[in-house]
């Protein structure tokens, strides 16, 4: 059910907890594949704030950029991913919770300065 999961996800974020979950970026709001092609591709849900989520993702460079979308928007994006990708993956390989938040600050930490290494050297 949609909304046991939404309290569900709710609850670990409240647990510190990131959500890592695959969706079909076509469908997220603020994606860079919104409404224009199929995108499978994890996001890194960490806060929520009353009817909003937050999270990072990877665009089309692999450079992470930041989400905000609304649950319903969320809901919906998994539900579509969840009903299109159902012979290829399931729930369980869907959803990942990463427990410890210093883990993934130290990877998007990481990752941006990989980020800006690369672009120094194109500059060069």
Request: charged letters at 30%; glycine letters at 2%.
């Amino acid at each position: 059910d949609s909304i046991d999961r939404t309290i569900y996800w709710k609850q670990q974020l409240c647990k510190e907890k990131y959500i890592y979950i695959w969706l079909n970026q076509k469908y997220l709001p603020g994606s860079f594949s919104y409404q224009k092609r199929d995108d499978m591709h994890p996001v890194l849900i960490y806060a929520y704030e009353g009817n909003k989520f937050f999270a990072k993702a990877f665009d089309v460079n692999n450079a992470i950029y930041a989400l905000e979308f609304l649950t319903e928007d969320l809901e919906y994006a998994f539900s579509k991913t969840q009903a299109e990708y159902k012979e290829n993956i399931n729930d369980d390989d869907m959803i990942m919770l990463i427990r410890q938040k210093k883990f993934v600050e130290r990877l998007l930490t990481s990752n941006v300065a990989h980020q800006s290494q690369k672009d120094q050297n194109k500059s060069m």
